[in-house]
């Protein structure tokens, strides 16, 4: 007779809608229930789209159903409504004419976040997206030199303001707002009020995707942000050592607690790669892999560490501009796209 972790295994067919993960590993699935040949599913969805848990209930059904040795199939999907005060959730966008709203963060500074939201980014670009790149981290803010300009942006006529285009981007920053040795100097309530301006009162216009370059750790602006909009998902970045792991599962925590599913895990500077062809794991090996095990969820990439992405960084084009085919970061960039199924 089929028992309840076997309807487990089974559940994993089910993809949250719109994305390529399941609803067993998003942790929708509470609990599963067999008496001889009845089933009960009882799962958990926090969304403002009525389309999703219908579209999960229907898709349940039809893979249970047709196994042999299940007579009755019984699923009840409790929809919580997404708390504007709590987090993210999955589900609609708050943001007019975004569709989705991708967060790429780290527990840690020094990790190389910006640089793969960065890229990111761009590949989602270059695979046909709209794609909009919001850099929140106030204090260090890079997409500027990251992408060639020093454009200033002006505001329409309902005084929003107009992103900075580069690389057929959409792009906002701090770092379009100063000079480029004036330091940003606010506090909680002020950074606060920048971040919430840079979602709310930007003219994002239409995008399939806007990528938050979150500031590392887990304080106010991170908070801030997923109680200003819905975050649809979560990307986190470390490098293979302890030291960024540690930090990493703290980022993977504060998600959990408002609701925000995470996509995927990141190693970025996984080793280097002599003339010799051989791999020299300066950070550690592994660690990424490791952790993406514990945690249940995808490891998207292995980024190794490469001159000509540092340069091309430098110099204001994205390495993941490069076709893949010339460089290998730019490919496990594109890869980590088609992975992600956005």
């Given at each position: 007779?089929?028992?309840?972790?076997?309807?487990?295994?089974?559940l994993k067919?089910?993809?949250?809608?719109?994305?390529?993960?399941?609803?067993?590993?998003?942790?929708?699935?509470?609990?599963?229930?067999?008496?001889?040949?009845d089933?009960?599913v009882r799962?958990e969805?926090?969304?403002?789209?009525?389309?999703?848990?219908?579209?999960?209930?229907?898709?349940?059904?039809?893979?249970?159903?047709?196994?042999?040795?299940?007579?009755?199939?019984?699923?009840?999907?409790?929809?919580k409504?997404?708390?504007?005060?709590a987090?993210?959730?999955i589900?609609?966008?708050?943001?007019?004419?975004v569709?989705?709203?991708?967060?790429?963060?780290s527990?840690?500074?020094?990790?190389?976040?910006?640089?793969?939201?960065?890229?990111?980014?761009?590949?989602?670009?270059?695979?046909?997206?709209?794609?909009?790149?919001?850099?929140?981290?106030?204090?260090?803010?890079?997409?500027a030199?990251?992408?060639?300009?020093?454009?200033?942006?002006?505001?329409?006529?309902?005084d929003?303001?107009?992103?900075?285009?580069?690389?057929?981007?959409?792009?906002?920053?701090?770092?379009?707002?100063?000079?480029?040795?004036?330091?940003?100097?606010?506090?909680?309530?002020?950074?606060t009020?920048?971040?919430?301006?840079?979602?709310?009162?930007?003219?994002?216009?239409?995008?399939?995707?806007?990528?938050?370059?979150?500031?590392?750790?887990t304080?106010?602006?991170?908070?801030?942000?997923?109680?200003t909009?819905?975050v649809d998902?979560?990307?986190?970045?470390?490098?293979?050592?302890?030291?960024?792991?540690?930090?990493?599962?703290?980022?993977?925590?504060?998600?959990?607690?408002?609701?925000?599913?995470?996509l995927?895990?990141?190693?970025?500077?996984?080793?280097?790669?002599?003339?010799?062809?051989?791999?020299?794991?300066?950070?550690?090996?592994?660690?990424?892999?490791?952790?993406?095990?514990?945690?249940?969820?995808?490891l998207?990439?292995?980024?190794?560490?490469?001159l000509?992405?540092?340069?091309?960084?430098?110099e204001?084009?994205?390495v993941?501009?490069?076709?893949?085919?010339?460089?290998?970061?730019?490919?496990?960039?594109?890869?980590?796209?088609?992975?992600?199924?956005i």
């Amino acid at each position: 007779m089929i028992n309840a972790d076997e309807i487990r295994e089974l559940l994993k067919q089910v993809k949250y809608p719109g994305f390529s993960r399941d609803i067993v590993s998003f942790g929708l699935v509470k609990t599963v229930e067999v008496t001889s040949g009845d089933v009960t599913v009882r799962i958990e969805v926090a969304t403002k789209d009525a389309q999703i848990p219908q579209t999960i209930f229907k898709n349940v059904h039809g893979i249970l159903e047709r196994i042999e040795g299940i007579d009755h199939v019984k699923v009840d999907i409790e929809v919580k409504d997404a708390p504007e005060a709590a987090g993210g959730a999955i589900g609609k966008s708050s943001i007019p004419g975004v569709k989705r709203i991708i967060a790429v963060a780290s527990g840690k500074g020094g990790v190389g976040k910006s640089t793969v939201a960065a890229n990111l980014a761009v590949a989602l670009a270059v695979s046909g997206l709209k794609v909009g790149l919001c850099d929140c981290d106030l204090y260090g803010p890079s997409v500027a030199q990251m992408f060639g300009t020093n454009e200033r942006p002006n505001a329409n006529e309902h005084d929003e303001i107009i992103p900075i285009e580069a690389h057929g981007l959409k792009l906002m920053s701090m770092g379009f707002l100063l000079e480029d040795k004036s330091p940003v100097i606010v506090r909680g309530p002020m950074a606060t009020r920048y971040t919430q301006q840079f979602l709310r009162q930007v003219a994002w216009g239409e995008l399939d995707v806007l990528v938050l370059d979150l500031p590392p750790g887990t304080g106010d602006i991170q908070l801030t942000i997923v109680q200003t909009v819905a975050v649809d998902g979560a990307v986190i970045v470390t490098t293979p050592q302890e030291v960024a792991l540690i930090d990493a599962r703290k980022a993977v925590a504060m998600f959990a607690k408002v609701n925000v599913p995470i996509l995927g895990l990141i190693e970025n500077m996984a080793w280097f790669e002599g003339d010799d062809g051989k791999k020299y794991h300066i950070f550690g090996e592994g660690g990424g892999v490791r952790e993406a095990e514990g945690m249940n969820v995808p490891l998207l990439a292995q980024i190794p560490i490469d001159l000509p992405t540092g340069r091309c960084g430098d110099e204001g084009r994205p390495v993941a501009l490069l076709s893949p085919a010339q460089n290998k970061v730019s490919a496990a960039f594109h890869a980590m796209v088609a992975e992600l199924n956005i």
